[in-house]
């Protein structure tokens, strides 16, 4: 009796061992997403400038409230609580517009050479990958979806190759459009 306890204990131990942690184990894609930086450029600008915006209306309606220009039905022990903590919340507003900004300014530069580098990547593989190239050591006869996976690592290596100091990311977002070009 003892002893098939002991080996029901150790079948559901194994069990337990084999069930992954999450879906992650089922796969070894370990790229992240690409978002080019003109994009993130856009995004941070106008993060920024609503930042900015709210900062300084909100400092206005302050100013508005302490001239007794607009009433708040605030009692007066506690007006200088809401004061400095709205007040407050303002500048910082303000403050993190500003620092959006600038850094904004040096995505920008960023985003000037990625776009650089993409037109790059682009007009090499117009000019260097070719359906023969792809085709080389392919079963045709082969379904288009699994011709397709080789053809695309074969222009993931050509490019990873090529264009060493390249995101990941981007090599793969842009092998896509390269594949839909030649084939299509």
Do not use: C
């Given at each position: 009796m003892e002893d098939s306890n002991f080996e029901n204990n150790k079948t559901s131990d194994v069990q337990e061992n084999k069930l992954p942690e999450s879906l992650y184990d089922y796969t070894d894609n370990k790229v992240h997403s690409f978002v080019r930086l003109s994009d993130?450029?856009?995004?941070?600008?106008?993060?920024?400038?609503?930042?900015?915006?709210?900062?300084?209306?909100?400092?206005?309606?302050?100013?508005?409230?302490?001239?007794?220009?607009?009433?708040?039905?605030?009692?007066?022990?506690?007006?200088?609580?809401?004061?400095?903590?709205?007040?407050?919340?303002?500048?910082?507003?303000?403050?993190?517009?500003?620092?959006?900004?600038?850094?904004?300014?040096?995505?920008?530069?960023?985003?000037?050479?990625?776009?650089?580098?993409?037109?790059?990547?682009?007009?090499?593989?117009?000019?260097?990958?070719?359906?023969?190239?792809?085709?080389?050591?392919?079963?045709?006869?082969?379904p288009e979806e699994i011709l397709y996976f080789s053809r695309a690592d074969k222009i993931k290596d050509l490019l990873m190759h090529q264009f060493e100091n390249a995101d990941e990311a981007l090599i793969y977002e842009y092998t896509e459009q390269i594949y839909q070009n030649i084939y299509e």
């Open positions: 993130k450029y856009k995004d941070i600008t106008s993060s920024a400038l609503t930042m900015l915006i709210v900062g300084i209306a909100g400092i206005i309606f302050m100013i508005l409230v302490f001239a007794d220009i607009i009433p708040l039905p605030i009692n007066a022990s506690t007006a200088w609580l809401f004061d400095s903590v709205m007040g407050g919340i303002f500048i910082i507003f303000i403050i993190a517009g500003i620092v959006s900004f600038m850094h904004a300014k040096q995505v920008k530069i960023d985003a000037e050479a990625e776009d650089k580098l993409i037109e790059e990547i682009l007009a090499w593989a117009k000019d260097n990958i070719s359906k023969e190239l792809l085709d080389e050591g392919l079963d045709l006869r082969e």
